[in-house]
T-cell receptor, first 114, second 116 residues
Framework: AQTVTQSQPEMSVQEAETVTLSCTYD???????LFWYKQPPSRQMILVIR????KQQNATENRFSVNFQKAAKSFSLKISDSQLGDAAMYFC???????????WGAGTKLIIKP | ETGVTQTPRHLVMGMTNKKSLKCEQH?????MYWYKQSAKKPLELMFV???????ENNSVPSRFSPECPNSSHLFLHLHTLQPEDSALYLC???????????????FGPGTRLTVT
């Protein structure tokens, strides 16, 4: 069975600095998607970034980028120039290409220090 | 209203009560989902509907009963709950289920349920 592990329950970073959140996953599949979701105190889960496993190029969305290491089954999220609005729970999720079900990590709470 | 809305935002109920959670999506999507979110645990998928037909029921106790009268509305009927059912219940929708392709799931703000 596929599993997703986020080993950092909580991280903190100074405003304007860079932080990296870790995610590892376990799968025997070769085709899949990986996602990072953000859940702010408002509780609304928002997609931050996604990566298709067949793409070697790391996905980027403005200040958010990923480091996708397929062989190591690692999918970390880098947030550059951290802003107070980035404070939230961040969840890593996996989905098989042939299935709709998302497998979630337990989340990392990100604290931004002003 | 835009996106996915959920009512109520907060609910406190006794173990003998019957209540319902409501979800509505204004995105024209065909698939809807119920998730349970407990502290420090991964999200648990409870139910999935596609075009008003249930396609997933992840061994959820019968005290949770979903209903999808149309593709825009999803309900979760609750009865004789246990204190361990206290959690945040999230609703989501997507254009389609997305097997073989990718459709983003859009989430509502959730209902914080406390069972006393």
């Amino acid at each position: 069975a596929q599993t997703v592990t986020q080993s950092q329950p909580e991280m903190s970073v100074q405003e304007a600095e860079t932080v990296t959140l870790s995610c590892t996953y376990d799968t025997s599949e070769s085709d899949y998607y990986l996602f990072w979701y953000k859940q702010p105190p408002s509780r609304q889960m928002i997609l931050v970034i996604r990566q298709e496993a067949y793409k070697q190029q790391n996905a980027t969305e403005n200040r958010f980028s990923v480091n996708f290491q397929k062989a190591a089954k690692s999918f970390s999220l880098k947030i550059s120039d951290s802003q107070l609005g980035d404070a939230a729970m961040y969840f890593c999720a996996y989905r098989r290409y042939s299935n709709y079900q998302l497998i979630w990590g337990a989340g990392t709470k990100l604290i931004i220090k002003p | 209203e835009t996106g996915v809305t959920q009512t109520p935002r907060h609910l406190v109920m006794g173990m003998t009560n019957k209540k319902s959670l409501k979800c509505e999506q204004h995105l024209g999507h065909n698939a809807m989902y119920w998730y349970k979110q407990s502290a420090k645990k991964p999200l648990e998928l409870m139910f999935v509907y596609s075009l008003e037909e249930r396609v997933e029921n992840n061994s959820v106790p019968s005290r949770f009963s979903p209903e999808c009268p149309n593709s825009s509305h999803l309900f979760l009927h609750l009865h004789t709950l246990q204190p361990e059912d206290s959690a945040l219940y999230l609703c989501a929708s997507s254009q389609d289920l997305g097997a073989g392709s990718w459709y983003e799931q859009y989430f509502g703000p959730g209902t914080r349920l406390t069972v006393t």
